[in-house]
C-alpha cells in the first residue's frame, strides 16, 4: 500500500510540473503556433484580464469567425504576464474546408496587420494556467458550447470529434415537406445583407446558405447556418434572413411551416 501511495504521489508532482505556466517557455511551448480563440468573443485589441481570467473591462464582442488569435511573443514581469500576436480570422470554402487569416487593420484592402497585446495580472501568482484556460479555447470543439444557437447545425456536425446526431439544432421540429400537394412559400420582402468590416477590410466575398423554417405566418424561424463563409459574414446572412417575409407554403389551400434554404451572397464590386 505504501508503494502505491508513493506512486501516485510522484504522479501527482510529474503532472502538476508538467502542466504548470510559470515561465515565457512554458506558455510559448503551450500556445505558440496554436490555433487559439478568444473564449469571450472580444473585439478589442488590447484586452486585460486578472487572476482568474476575468476580462478587467467590458469588451466589445463579435462573431468567433473573427476572434481568433496567433500568439507572436510572450513576456513576463513579476506576476504579469503580457502575450502580443495579431487578430486571426476564419475563412470557410464552399466545401467545407477552413483556413485562419491574419486580419488588418487601415481600411479598405490594407495589409497592415491587427496587432493585439493581451495583459493578465497574476495577483502574486506566476503560475498562469486557470488564466489561460479562461481566456483561450485552443480547438473549435472546446469553443462550440459557447457558439451561438444559429451556428450549432454546423458545429455539432463539422467541429465535434463525435458529432451529436445530425448535427440538428432543432431536432423535434419536423416541418412539412414541399412537393406534392404542398406548395412551396413565395418570398415577399428580402434584405440585403450588410457588409462586415472585417471581410470588407480583407476585400473577401462569398456566398453563406442558411437554412430556416417559414411558419405559418410568412416569418422565418430556426435560423441556422447550413454553409458558413466565416469573417462575420455569417452573422449578417443570420440577421438579414431573420427580417425576410414570406407568403406561407401551403397544403390543400392552408398554410403549413416548411424548411427552406436560402443562398445570400455577398460581393464586393
Known amino acids: ?31 505558440m503556433g496554436k ?3 478568444l473564449r469571450g468573443f472580444w473585439m478589442d485589441d488590447k484586452l486585460k484580464f486578472d487572476a482568474a481570467g476575468t476580462p478587467v473591462d467590458v469588451y466589445k464582442t ?3 469567425t473573427t476572434s481568433a488569435f496567433e500568439l507572436k511573443k510572450v513576456s513576463i514581469s513579476g506576476d504579469r504576464l503580457k502575450l502580443e500576436g495579431i487578430r486571426v480570422g ?29 495583459e493578465v495580472d497574476g495577483h502574486g501568482n506566476r503560475d498562469f494556467t486557470k488564466e489561460l484556460d479562461a481566456i483561450f479555447a485552443e480547438t ?11 451556428w450549432q447545425h454546423y458545429a455539432n456536425g463539422h467541429f465535434l470529434a463525435w458529432p451529436k446526431g445530425d448535427g440538428s439544432a ?14 412551396p412559400p413565395r418570398l415577399l420582402k428580402s434584405v440585403d445583407p450588410a457588409f462586415d468590416a ?3 477590410d480583407l476585400k473577401y466575398s462569398g456566398d453563406a446558405l442558411v437554412r430556416l423554417h417559414v411558419e405559418t405566418d410568412g416569418t422565418p424561424s430556426h435560423i441556422m447556418i447550413d454553409r458558413p463563409i466565416g469573417l462575420g459574414l455569417d452573422e ?5 434572413v431573420a427580417r425576410y417575409r414570406f407568403a406561407p407554403a401551403t397544403r390543400d389551400g392552408e398554410p403549413v411551416v416548411v424548411e427552406l434554404s436560402v443562398d445570400v451572397n455577398f460581393q464586393i464590386f
Open 35 to 37: 490555433p487559439l480563440q
Open 140 to 150: 473549435l470543439e472546446d469553443l462550440t458550447p459557447s457558439l451561438p444557437d444559429y
Open 236 to 240: 449578417q446572412a443570420v440577421a438579414a
Open 1 to 31: 500500500m505504501k508503494m502505491v501511495v508513493a506512486m501516485v504521489l510522484a504522479l501527482g508532482v510529474l503532472c502538476g510540473g508538467a502542466t504548470a505556466q510559470s515561465t515565457e517557455a512554458e506558455i510559448s511551448a503551450r500556445l
Open 170 to 183: 432543432v431536432p423535434n421540429a419536423k416541418p412539412t415537406k414541399i412537393g406534392g400537394t404542398v406548395k
Open 90 to 118: 476564419l475563412t470557410f470554402s464552399r466545401d467545407g474546408r477552413m483556413a485562419r487569416v491574419p486580419m488588418v487593420k487601415g481600411g479598405f484592402g490594407s495589409s497592415r496587420p491587427e496587432k493585439m497585446t493581451i
Open 62 to 64: 463579435g462573431p468567433f
Open 198 to 200: 472585417a471581410a470588407r
